[in-house]
């Protein structure tokens, strides 16, 4: 990618590079927010791993810093205020070559429509992360999980 591009193409790039992430992204939706954001953070921690960046629970800081720079991986927490953007709102991991690798939509409350019969509220993850080999279903420990759904912007 050039160096030399104005920001209107870095956007528009940007743009088109998450369309992407959430046309081969999942919609995952759970019954309480903390589920949610532990699902989350495995996510994050997949997308890492499968960049060659290994994240423990005990291991420093500085230890991860230095993972991602010698890989040459760079993660950005990006917040949209506008309607129209708040879609666009989550962490985004880039490959060395400046390419969005993987998106992990920040979890968002999933309200119920005031017509539903089911009105459970439940909170939803958008990501183009495969977790737990790829399934649209995933089980992991004490993670109660409705499922996925191939990309959506409502996530």
């Not at 589920?35 to 996510?43: D, E, M, S």
């Not at 998106?103 to 968002?108: C, D, M």
């Not at 737990?132 to 420990?141: E, F, T």
Request: proline letters at 4%; a positive charge.
């Amino acid at each position: 990618m050039s160096d030399n591009r104005t920001l209107d193409e870095i956007k528009a790039d940007d743009i088109d590079q998450l369309a992407q992430a959430y046309k081969e992204g999942q919609r995952f939706e759970f019954f309480d927010r903390p589920q949610a954001y532990k699902f989350q953070g495995v996510c994050v921690q997949v997308a890492l791993k499968n960049l060659g960046v290994t994240i423990t629970k005990r291991i420093h800081p500085g230890i991860v810093d230095k993972q991602l720079k010698d890989k040459g991986v760079v993660c950005e927490q990006r917040r949209y205020h506008e309607e129209e953007d708040v879609w666009r709102t989550g962490l985004y991991i880039y490959k060395k070559d400046g390419e969005l690798a993987y998106f992990v939509s920040n979890v968002k409350e999933n309200n119920p429509s005031p017509f539903s019969i089911n009105r459970v509220k439940k909170w939803g993850v958008l990501t183009n992360v495969k977790v737990d080999g790829g399934r649209s279903v995933i089980s992991l420990p004490g993670m109660p999980i409705l499922g996925g759904s191939k990309g959506n912007r409502n996530a």
